[in-house]
């Protein structure tokens, strides 16, 4: 069973400072990772999509793969209130019939 | 306008009742999903359509029937409503089925009394 796993939480964090949001994976031959931000009662909306091993920044975002380690992160710098919600991990497994394998999220509260 | 639009937003009904959700995306994508999100929230794709061709369709109970129409359209008709199909249904859309970035509609709470 191909699986995505990320860490519950709640991680909560000062305002200002860094969150970072790790997802591990299970399918060693997964060639794209997205991080999904879902606020409470709203639906998921893409934040930041990477494809290759290293560093990819979007404004206060930045998504980290490392294929060898099975690894992808998303780091918020400046940690906003308005960050505060769930954070989903998806990775899209290989092969003919390819589908988006979810973790179960990460909830981020960021404290004023 | 709205990218991707289900309707309705919220469906009450008893067990045992049919209901049907319906979806539109105006985003001209050739692929379109139904998702449902339980209430430990975890997102479990049931149906995906690429070009009204059925992609996808995971161990989803013979109850959940998908159509459509054409491409930017997805309905879910669902039969003999249970207590466990209680549960937000999101449709979603994307370029193809082979990219994982997915825009999603506002999402139709079920609760089945």
């Known amino acids: 069973q191909k699986e995505v796993e990320q860490n519950s939480g709640p991680l909560s964090v000062p305002e200002g400072a860094i969150a970072s949001l790790n997802c591990t994976y299970s399918?060693?031959?997964?060639?794209?990772f997205f991080w999904y931000r879902q606020y409470s009662g709203k639906s998921p909306e893409l934040i930041m999509s990477?494809?290759s091993n290293g560093d990819k920044e979007d404004g206060r975002f930045t998504a980290q793969l490392n294929k060898a380690s099975q690894y992808v992160s998303l780091l918020i710098r400046d940690s906003q209130p308005s960050d505060s919600a769930t954070y989903l991990c998806?990775?899209?497994?290989?092969?003919?019939?390819?589908?988006?394998?979810w973790g179960l999220g990460t909830s981020l509260a960021v404290n004023p | 306008d709205t990218a991707v639009s289900q309707t309705p937003k919220y469906l009450v009904t008893q067990m045992g009742n049919d209901k049907s959700i319906k979806c539109e995306q105006n985003l001209g994508h050739d692929t379109m999903y139904w998702y449902k999100q339980d209430s430990k929230k975890f997102l479990k794709i049931m149906f995906s359509y690429n070009n009204k061709e059925l992609i996808i369709n995971e161990t989803v109970p013979n109850r959940f029937s998908p159509k459509s129409p054409d491409k930017a359209h997805l309905n879910l008709h669902i039969n003999s409503l249970e207590l466990g199909d209680s549960a937000v249904y999101f449709c979603?859309?994307?370029?193809?089925?082979?990219?994982?970035?997915?825009?999603f509609g506002e999402g139709s709470r079920l609760t089945v009394l």
């Open positions: 990477i494809y």
């Open positions: 998806a990775v899209m497994n290989a092969g003919n019939n390819r589908k988006l394998i």
């Open positions: 399918d060693r031959v997964s060639q794209s």
């Open positions: 979603a859309s994307s370029l193809g089925h082979f990219t994982g970035e997915l825009f």
